[in-house]
T-cell receptor
Framework: DTGVSQDPRHKITKRGQNVTFRCDPISEHNRLYWYRQTLGQGPEFLTYFQNEAQLEKSRLLSDRFSAERPKGSFSTLEIQRTEQGDSAMYLC??????????????FGPGTRLTVT | AQKITQTQPGMFVQEKEAVTLDCTYDTSDQSYGLFWYKQPSSGEMIFLIYQGSYDEQNATEGRYSLNFQKARKSANLVISASQLGDSAMYFCAMRGTYNFNKFYFGSGTKLNVKP
């Protein structure tokens, strides 16, 4: 089990450019989550997939943000026309439905985005 | 609405001593789960301990225990015998009943363990 992986780990981009991040969840996990974490704050929920279906999106996820999980495995998060306010750590997590008790989420190492 | 409050931005503890990190929560759900995560400087969130709202016993996992006081809506993390490797950010999180899959996180506590 390799855990949740994210790519890239760091991304520096100029304002107005598009960026795409990838998340590979733990292989048997059917749920996948994206969070955004700014400096000094806890993670904030962005969106959630169960298999390939995107079931919920936060109001934080503006029209410039889009997420996909085409085959219920890996997921991508795209930000179009980046703004400096998008600078943050983007965390991906996965979990398995029906896990006894906790339904705990396992997090990846995150992608740190810097918009200049 | 769900809300998690962590009032200690930073804490210091001497190595080998115990430390308590505070967490209070607000929810109208009858059933919910409370979690603590550790985030080292590398950035990865590491799950530490879970407490269900109907669990009668306080959760324990090795050196971690959760002091759950339901009436006071508090879920404090106790780390016993602190180690230098415990230095990190610690986040309290909650998930509710109706939005089972969304975790709400507090703003975190930065713990520094002194040798």
């Amino acid at each position: 089990d390799t855990g949740v992986s994210q790519d890239p780990r760091h991304k520096i981009t100029k304002r107005g450019q598009n960026v795409t991040f990838r998340c590979d969840p733990i292989s048997e996990h059917n749920r996948l989550y994206w969070y955004r974490q700014t400096l000094g704050q806890g993670p904030e929920f962005l969106t959630y997939f169960q298999n390939e279906a995107q079931l919920e999106k936060s109001r934080l996820l503006s029209d410039r943000f889009s997420a996909e999980r085409p085959k219920g495995s890996f997921s991508t998060l795209e930000i179009q026309r980046t703004e400096q306010g998008d600078s943050a750590m983007y965390l991906c997590a996965s979990s398995l439905t029906g896990t006894a008790g906790t339904d705990e989420q396992y997090f990846g190492p995150g992608t740190r985005l810097t918009v200049t | 609405a769900q809300k998690i409050t962590q009032t200690q931005p930073g804490m210091f503890v001497q190595e080998k001593e115990a430390v308590t990190l505070d967490c209070t929560y607000d929810t109208s759900d009858q059933s919910y789960g409370l979690f603590w995560y550790k985030q080292p400087s590398s950035g990865e969130m590491i799950f530490l301990i879970y407490q269900g709202s109907y669990d009668e016993q306080n959760a324990t996992e090795g050196r971690y225990s959760l002091n759950f006081q339901k009436a006071r809506k508090s879920a404090n993390l106790v780390i016993s015998a602190s180690q230098l490797g415990d230095s990190a950010m610690y986040f309290c999180a909650m998930r509710g009943t109706y939005n089972f899959n969304k975790f709400y996180f507090g703003s975190g506590t930065k713990l520094n363990v002194k040798p």
